[in-house]
Structures are given as C-alpha cells and as structure tokens.
C-alpha cells in the first residue's frame, strides 16, 4: 500500500480534455463492470462503485455487468459472492450480466477462466512481452528488505529478464517453480482518464516488471482485470481512485496484447466526514448493516450517491427528499463527479431515510404496507417483552386497527428518522401505558382532584386534535389555577412515562380521546396497585 501511494504521488495531472466529449467511445453499446472481490461485505465503497456504473451504464442505454473477481484464493470468504448478488438486488441493481444472470461473455466468475489467462500470458511470452521468473521467495525478501534499507521503495531488478532460451526451458524442464511477469516498456504513458483528466506516468521507472501468472497458476489482479476487460468487450471502466497507478500499466498491458483499452475513469476518494482515511474495515458500514438497523435501499443509494461524488442535483435543500433509482439514471452524467475527496456525511443518512420513509407514508400502497410492517413490528416488540418481563400486558388490548398505525406513521417522520425507533424505550408509550414505577405517585396525588374534572372536560372535546387539546390545556389550567409547565410534566409522566418528550397535546392527539382519559384515569384511580404494564384501552 505503501508503495502504491508514492507511485501516485508521481502520477502528472496534466490537465482536462475538452469536457464532454471524453465520454464517449467508439463502441457503440456502452458496456460496463462491477469486479468485486468476494472477500467480504459489500461495503459503502463497494455500493458506490456498482451504483455509478449502473447508473452510467442505464442511463446510456448499456449493459452493466457483475464479474467476481476471486483469483487470491487465500483472502476469499466463503458465502461472500451470494451475499454480494443479495445485496445489489435489495439494492434495486440487477446485473444484465453475471453469475447467476449468465450472458454470453461469461464465465463471469475469474476462477473459472483461468485456462484463458494462461492461454493469454504464454501469447505474451511468445511475443517477447513477458517472459518466466525463476526467482524464489528468498531472494525477492532479500531485494525487499535490500530495498528498506536504503530507504527506497522496494522493487523487483527484473534478473530474469535476461535468461536465454536455453536457461529457461532448461529450468522449466528441471520442474523449477516459477511465475510469468510482464516487461514494462520504460517512458512516459498517458491515461486520458474520464474524470481525472490527463495523466502521464512512467511506470518502469518506479516499479519492477509485474508477475501476471503466479506459481499456481492464477492470474493476478493486473492479468485477469485486462484480459476480462477486453473478452468481455467493456467499454468503460469506472472504478476507485486506488486503481489510478495501475492504469498506465493496464494500458501498456493492452498495448503488449495489441488490443483497444476501454475508457477509464476513476472515482474519489472517500474519506469521513472529520477527514480521516475510510476505510471499508470501518464497523457497521456494510450494505448489509444499514439493511438490517432499518435504512431503506432507497435512502442508502441516495445517500451514496450524493455523497460519493456527484454534486447535488438542482432542488430545495431544505426540503429533502429521495430519488428513484430511475431518476437518478436520468440525472447521471459523468461530469458531474468530482476529483475532490468525498466526506462521507454519515449524519445526513437518517435524513434520507426520514425523507423516504415521509415519500412512503405518502403515497397510499406504500402505507397500507408500512401499516403491515409496523403492526408485525409493534407485536413483535411486545411479544420479547411479555416473555422477558412476564409483564400484565395483554397482546388483545393493543391498539393496532389500520386508522390508528396510520395515524402514528403519519406522525412519525417529525420524530423517528425509521420505523424501528418506534418500539425503543422513547417511543413505547404509543402502544403501552407506563409502568406505576415511571410515574412519580405523590407527585400525580396532588391533582387528584383535578385531573378528575380534566378528564371530564376532555372528553368533551369534538374533534381531539392538537390544536383543540392544547387551548383546553391552557384554559384548564388558567381557571384551576395551575402552574402550566409543573402540570404538564405530571400529565406526560400520566401519559408516557417520560421526563421529556413530544408535548402533551401531541402525545394526547396521538393516543386518542378513548386511551388518554383511560391512562389518566388509572393513573389517577389506583396508586396503589402492583406495578404492571397495560395496553391501550380499546
Ligand atoms: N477486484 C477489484 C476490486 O475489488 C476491481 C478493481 C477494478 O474495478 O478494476 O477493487
């Protein structure tokens, strides 16, 4: 890695080409590819590599094209191809093209090509573009630690090179262990990449000839990436800025083999939101964690993709609001990706799902769905509950019907940013009255009296809305004589069991005219029952 980060420090940013027209090829069917290695989690990284792509891919009318890239036998991890494929359709992003797709450009798997690798690296030889290395893991160490010695970046002398045909066929014969590297033709390279702009590089003159065939006969990354590439017949390559450095020596790579290049460009890089490096080993950042805590797919390719480089489209931002993935495609453009490093700002996520989730309650099946989901959420949470607790809380007594879970969800977006914190702690109180524990006793003794006529006079109220129940508070209050803030502190307590919270005419209006009178009514009547948790009244 080290190594790879001086190497990019000498790449030369020459400048841009005319904008536009660097976009296009001259393969008339735009053809792209996702080349995870399936050596974990899709990760954020990973997510926005595979939405740029598509959204690229769709929105030229192209083929996008999903291609497991699992040479380095030692780092693969098993079930991770599987759980890739699962977590780009949650996603909303089916390959055209791919394992479980098929094509006809495949396998797309690289571990079953390798007969195509091999078959491409002796062509190489034959040509005198690379040739067999014999050195051992012994003496390349040497080199290396030769290298760290005297502090420069340890790279291979290219000794075998020099062998005679005789000396190697003499040493093949012999059994000799050996890898195949690729000579590197020494002088500047140029990359005109699509978002970076041109970039020279002499690749030759910072690193030793590559191996391109390892002892055991897989491919590494530099073979496999170009050969597939070029069978496949991908016409843009989109991937991470890590990739830069390499690029120039894919292209000499396609120039050795007598092939077109696609057209390369490469994406920023992604850092946190304080600028420290991010890294995919960073918790809790995997396609399949966000799934799992409650983010809409949506709200997640939103999220990437405003924060993974491409500027924000036109629109209120104070208004956010989420994009379909088909909008998205029709918005995509490659020049609106920036070269900027890219602040991944982890708080704006809540606010996209709290964005899509507001877009569901909106939109009539979506919130007969989202009454379903809630329903099946709340009963669940109860059910842990009642068996953890043994609590008094009876399954029966829980208001669920269609009305009041589409009341509650079309409330929630003001206060939950997903559909799970309505069960947490804070929230509980919507479907269970609290415990006499959360209630301070004496506290609620001293409104005995008039919490009585209070709930008298709220039951009067015709239309129990927030407006309603707030001017009744007020006038209550005024012609009892109440200190307003200490009697409202005592009815939240009646009513939620909180400290602090939504107001009291909004967890009244939320509760209902039947299930608040009914809470304060217990709270009221019975002190001194045995601490119990009950469900809203019918
Ligand atoms: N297998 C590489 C990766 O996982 C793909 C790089 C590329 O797209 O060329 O990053």
């Given at each position: 890695m080290r190594h790879l980060r001086s190497t990019f420090?000498?790449?030369?940013?020459v400048g841009s080409l005319s904008?536009?027209?660097?976009?296009?090829?001259?393969?008339?069917t735009v053809r792209v590819r996702f080349a995870p290695s399936p050596t974990g989690f899709l990760h954020l990284g990973g997510l926005r590599t595979a939405l740029y792509n598509y959204l690229f891919a769709k929105s030229r009318g192209g083929v996008f094209i999903l291609r497991i890239e699992d040479t380095d036998q030692k780092r693969l991890v098993e079930g991770a191809t599987e759980q890739l494929q699962y977590d780009l359709r949650w996603i909303g992003i089916i390959p055209?093209?791919?394992?479980?797709?098929?094509?006809?450009?495949?396998?797309?798997?690289q571990s079953e090509r390798l007969h195509i690798y091999r078959m491409e690296a002796e062509q190489l030889i034959e040509s005198k573009k690379a040739y067999h290395c014999f050195c051992t893991e012994k003496r390349l160490n040497l080199i290396r630690k030769e290298a760290v010695r005297l502090q420069q970046v340890p790279k291979y002398?290219?000794?075998?090179?020099?062998?005679?045909k005789e000396e190697v066929n003499t040493k093949l014969k012999n059994g000799e262990k050996c890898c195949i590297r690729f000579k590197l033709t020494p002088g500047d390279q140029t990359c005109n990449d699509l978002i970076y702009g041109s970039i020279t590089h002499d690749v030759a003159s910072l690193e030793g000839?590559?191996?391109?065939?390892?002892s055991d006969g897989y491919p590494t990354y530099h073979l496999a990436n170009v050969v597939d590439d070029h069978y496949m017949n991908i016409s843009h390559v989109l991937r991470g800025v890590e990739w830069l450095p390499s690029t120039t020596k894919h292209i000499l790579l396609y120039q050795a083999f007598g092939w077109e290049p696609p057209l390369y460009g490469h994406l920023p890089l992604l850092i946190n939101a304080d600028g420290t490096k991010f890294s995919k080993?960073?918790?809790?950042?995997?396609v399949e964690s966000y799934r799992n805590s409650g983010i809409y797919p949506r709200a997640l390719i939103n999220f990437v993709t405003f924060t993974g480089g491409f500027s924000r489209l036109k629109?209120?931002?104070?208004?956010p609001r989420t994009y379909s993935i088909y909008e998205l495609i029709e918005f995509f453009?490659?020049?609106?990706?920036?070269t900027q490093p890219c602040r991944l700002?982890?708080?704006?996520l809540p606010e996209f799902n709290r964005a899509e989730m507001s877009r569901q309650i909106s939109d009539e099946n979506s919130l007969k769905q989202l009454i379903i989901e809630l329903r099946e959420l709340v009963i669940e949470t109860i059910s842990i509950q009642i068996s953890v607790?043994?609590?008094?809380?009876?399954?029966?007594?829980?208001?669920?019907?269609d009305e009041h879970l589409s009341f509650v969800l079309k409330w929630c977006p003001s206060r939950v940013t997903?559909?799970?914190?309505?069960?947490?702690p804070n929230f509980m109180f919507i479907w269970i009255q609290p415990s006499?524990?959360?209630?301070?006793i004496s506290n609620v003794l001293q409104y005995k009296e008039k919490l009585m006529i209070l709930i008298a006079e709220l039951n009067e109220i015709?239309?129990?809305t927030q407006i309603a129940i707030k001017d009744k508070l007020k006038t209550f209050c005024k012609s009892e004589n109440l200190e307003f803030s200490k009697f409202m502190k005592t009815l939240r307590q009646c009513l939620?069991?909180?400290?602090?919270?939504?107001?009291v005419a909004e967890i009244m209006e939320l509760l209902g005219k039947k299930t608040t009178c009914a809470r304060l009514k217990r709270v009221n009547e019975s002190?001194?029952?045995?601490?119990k948790n009950t469900c809203c009244p019918k």
């Amino acid at each position: 890695m080290r190594h790879l980060r001086s190497t990019f420090k000498v790449l030369k940013f020459v400048g841009s080409l005319s904008k536009r027209n660097r976009f296009y090829c001259t393969q008339s069917t735009v053809r792209v590819r996702f080349a995870p290695s399936p050596t974990g989690f899709l990760h954020l990284g990973g997510l926005r590599t595979a939405l740029y792509n598509y959204l690229f891919a769709k929105s030229r009318g192209g083929v996008f094209i999903l291609r497991i890239e699992d040479t380095d036998q030692k780092r693969l991890v098993e079930g991770a191809t599987e759980q890739l494929q699962y977590d780009l359709r949650w996603i909303g992003i089916i390959p055209d093209e791919g394992p479980s797709s098929g094509g006809n450009y495949g396998p797309y798997k690289q571990s079953e090509r390798l007969h195509i690798y091999r078959m491409e690296a002796e062509q190489l030889i034959e040509s005198k573009k690379a040739y067999h290395c014999f050195c051992t893991e012994k003496r390349l160490n040497l080199i290396r630690k030769e290298a760290v010695r005297l502090q420069q970046v340890p790279k291979y002398d290219n000794k075998c090179r020099n062998l005679s045909k005789e000396e190697v066929n003499t040493k093949l014969k012999n059994g000799e262990k050996c890898c195949i590297r690729f000579k590197l033709t020494p002088g500047d390279q140029t990359c005109n990449d699509l978002i970076y702009g041109s970039i020279t590089h002499d690749v030759a003159s910072l690193e030793g000839d590559p191996v391109i065939l390892k002892s055991d006969g897989y491919p590494t990354y530099h073979l496999a990436n170009v050969v597939d590439d070029h069978y496949m017949n991908i016409s843009h390559v989109l991937r991470g800025v890590e990739w830069l450095p390499s690029t120039t020596k894919h292209i000499l790579l396609y120039q050795a083999f007598g092939w077109e290049p696609p057209l390369y460009g490469h994406l920023p890089l992604l850092i946190n939101a304080d600028g420290t490096k991010f890294s995919k080993r960073q918790g809790a950042i995997t396609v399949e964690s966000y799934r799992n805590s409650g983010i809409y797919p949506r709200a997640l390719i939103n999220f990437v993709t405003f924060t993974g480089g491409f500027s924000r489209l036109k629109g209120d931002p104070h208004e956010p609001r989420t994009y379909s993935i088909y909008e998205l495609i029709e918005f995509f453009h490659l020049s609106y990706i920036n070269t900027q490093p890219c602040r991944l700002m982890f708080d704006q996520l809540p606010e996209f799902n709290r964005a899509e989730m507001s877009r569901q309650i909106s939109d009539e099946n979506s919130l007969k769905q989202l009454i379903i989901e809630l329903r099946e959420l709340v009963i669940e949470t109860i059910s842990i509950q009642i068996s953890v607790v043994n609590t008094e809380i009876s399954m029966y007594d829980l208001q669920l019907d269609d009305e009041h879970l589409s009341f509650v969800l079309k409330w929630c977006p003001s206060r939950v940013t997903q559909l799970k914190d309505l069960v947490k702690p804070n929230f509980m109180f919507i479907w269970i009255q609290p415990s006499y524990q959360q209630i301070n006793i004496s506290n609620v003794l001293q409104y005995k009296e008039k919490l009585m006529i209070l709930i008298a006079e709220l039951n009067e109220i015709e239309e129990f809305t927030q407006i309603a129940i707030k001017d009744k508070l007020k006038t209550f209050c005024k012609s009892e004589n109440l200190e307003f803030s200490k009697f409202m502190k005592t009815l939240r307590q009646c009513l939620s069991g909180l400290e602090e919270g939504p107001g009291v005419a909004e967890i009244m209006e939320l509760l209902g005219k039947k299930t608040t009178c009914a809470r304060l009514k217990r709270v009221n009547e019975s002190p001194t029952q045995p601490d119990k948790n009950t469900c809203c009244p019918k």
